[in-house]
């Protein structure tokens, strides 16, 4: 193998445990409400897209997030109800970091962090755009 080579195959094996590593994330979200989940599935969809075509189409075909994935490879697509559910996620989570009584510059960089996340999401389209 020259360097090349050996270049891409680990670029490919790093994108796929990195892929791995999200969905592992995705499903934790799925149990914890304050986690999300479809976001960790569209990382490992960008990362699988880039190493792994199997791992590429068993998201895609997902029975629960397929279409959704789908949606956003093809459209950048975020469903209302997705957008709804990571507004209630991010709040709740932001109520609970609250509750800790961390650092006011934790909260600060949370909230502007938060807030720049859901203008992405408003501004990403709802449905598929009509041809």
Known sequence: MNIKTTYI??????????????????IIGIVLPVMPTTIFFILALACFTRSSPALEHWLLNHPRYGTTLHQWQAHKV?????????ALGMLVGFIFLLASSPAVWVIFLVAIIEVAVMIYL??????????
């Open 122 to 131: 408003i501004l990403r389209p709802s449905s598929i755009p009509k041809s």
């Open 9 to 26: 195959y680990y670029k490919k094996v790093w994108f796929k445990v990195l892929g791995l590593m999200l969905v592992v994330l995705g």
């Open 78 to 86: 975020v469903p209302v109800k997705a957008k709804y559910c990571a």
